[in-house]
């Protein structure tokens, strides 16, 4: 069964806002966005994410302009744990399984969503393919996800990388309602 939702989020990380139409089939997502920024540096993103079943991955494509000019990134998962960028390998993200758009809540979505970790106990540490924010290098980033509480339809989700540690509040389905630090939903 297929569901669509169309979500904006206030992103202060970035002071900015952040829209996704996010389209769920089963066990895979697609969506596409738009999310605007004044920090690191005023910035435009537009985005495409495709997710095969367990919400691992596919591709990502991101076109970001700034006053540095326009820059793209076409990002491939082969479905065994190789990445490309543009066509080109990137062996320090092999065997991630997801991508990590920087200053974005959508992509906390998927890691959620394929451990329940939004409904069920647990806690899963991930290796992911983190595209920074705008001139969208790719780099590998060490993340940990815990389920802390699931009060109410929603559930909390401890997110960690290095030193940074914050509670997601999820909706119940698994995506993001408020990422302190980072975004909250408006929409």
Do not use: K
């Not at 924010?133 to 509480?149: E, I, K, N």
């Amino acid at each position: 069964m297929t569901a669509s939702r169309v979500i904006t989020w206030d992103v202060p990380a970035s002071r900015g806002y952040e829209t996704s139409w996010v389209e769920f089939d089963g066990t895979a997502l697609r969506a596409h966005g738009r999310a605007v920024g004044t920090r690191p540096e005023p910035y435009w993103i537009t985005y495409a994410l495709v997710t095969s079943d367990g919400y691992v991955t596919r591709e990502l494509r991101v076109t970001a302009e700034s006053a540095e000019g326009t820059r793209s990134l076409d990002l491939r998962h082969d479905g065994e744990g190789r990445w490309t960028g543009d066509g080109e390998p990137l062996p320090e993200v092999d065997g991630a399984l997801d991508c990590d758009l920087g200053l974005s809540p959508l992509t906390n979505t998927m890691p959620v969503l394929r451990h329940a970790l939004h409904r069920e106990p647990g806690e899963r540490a991930f290796l992911m393919a983190w595209v920074s924010v705008p001139d969208l290098a790719v780099g590998p980033s060490r993340q940990t996800y815990t389920h802390l509480r699931r009060p109410g339809g929603s559930g909390v989700v401890r997110y960690a990388s290095g030193d940074f540690r914050s509670d997601l509040v999820l909706d119940a389905d698994g995506c993001v309602v408020h990422y302190p630090g980072l975004a909250s939903r408006l929409w």
